[in-house]
């Protein structure tokens, strides 16, 4: 079908036009004694009340806004005329024929229409900005967004120890990493033992609750009332308090300038915020107010991504 300029009806549309003193009859069809293709109905729904009708009736098959279905045995049926009801024929006409042009011109559109790939980013939920709150450090926010300390530090203009304030914002969006290309993938973690003043180890003694992977950012244990949390490797308390994603308390640790520790209980603290501990500290070992162990989640960054640790503290953890 070729696409006409605006304004230019089909010559189907104009080939057959009656005789505009004349009256619908019951028995006429769009296609045939009005001469429209049935193609003018196909790009719009027909509203129900014409403003040709005279008695305020409803056309047939539209009721409460939905129109009624029904078999289309090869030719478009029109909605039957109450009798004694005639439609006023200009009018009627000039919206036939405007409907049949905006079938025309809809139906271009989708001819001519190329298929689109979709190629849009993955939606990222990370705000553009933080303010800093009281009890924040600037470790605990780089790791809430998934942000590596170092370049937080850097968008921000701010030096070791990178000392933050409550009021002050933060841009996170500079400090994101950049996306890697399908399939690109990143130099292999660096092997146990170039953490910072010793090897890596297991935080807990307690069985695996879930592993690493699939959507896991870490090992899930499952502690026990004889069961102690401990440093994995040795470094510096950077971050001490609330716990996030809904744990009582967070503890991070720092292990050089690439990685962090981090874990994640509902036991009582055994440790304070810059604090300088060795691999094995007692980071947890009671039991706040009567509640369970429950659950420690351990995690294990480098340069702000999370790294399965079993490649640090063995397989067997």
Not at 105 to 133: I, K, N, T, W
Not at 192 to 204: D, I, L
Not at 256 to 264: R, T, W
Request: glycine share 14%; with cysteine; proline share 9%.
């Amino acid at each position: 079908m070729s696409c006409r300029p605006a304004g230019v009806l089909p010559a189907a549309a104009l080939a057959a036009r009656p005789d505009p003193r004349a009256a619908a009859r019951r028995s006429d069809r769009l296609h045939g004694r009005v001469a429209v293709p049935a193609l003018a109905l196909a790009g719009g729904r027909w509203r129900g009340r014409a403003r040709g009708l005279r008695g305020g009736h409803r056309s047939a098959g539209h009721a409460a806004g939905h129109p009624r279905r029904g078999r289309s045995r090869g030719r478009s049926a029109v909605a039957a005329v109450p009798a004694g009801v005639s439609p006023a024929p200009g009018a009627l006409l000039r919206r036939l024929a405007a409907l049949a042009l905006a079938g025309l011109l809809l139906g271009c559109a989708q001819a001519g229409r190329p298929p689109v790939a979709e190629r849009s980013p993955v939606f990222d939920a990370r705000p553009d900005s933080y303010v800093v709150v009281a009890g924040d450090t600037l470790y605990s926010i780089a790791w809430r967004f998934g942000l590596d300390h170092q370049r937080l530090a850097r968008a921000n203009g701010i030096r070791p120890p990178f000392t933050i304030y409550p009021g002050q914002r933060l841009r996170l969006r500079e400090a994101a990493p950049v996306r890697r290309p399908p399939g690109a993938t990143r130099p292999a973690a660096p092997a146990a033992g170039q953490a910072e003043q010793g090897s890596w180890r297991k935080p807990t003694d307690a069985p695996v609750a879930r592993p690493f992977g699939n959507g896991n950012k870490g090992i899930d244990y499952r502690l026990g009332t004889d069961h102690r949390v401990r440093a994995a490797a040795a470094g510096e308390v950077v971050y001490a308090g609330s716990g996030l994603g809904g744990y009582r308390h967070l503890v991070i640790v720092k292990h050089g300038p690439a990685y962090l520790s981090a874990y994640s209980f509902d036991l009582g603290m055994a440790v304070a915020e810059g604090q300088r501990i060795k691999a094995g500290a007692l980071l947890a070992d009671k039991v706040v107010g009567g509640r369970r162990p429950g659950t420690l989640h351990f995690e294990i960054r480098r340069d702000g991504d999370p790294v399965d640790p079993r490649l640090l503290i063995g397989p067997d953890s």
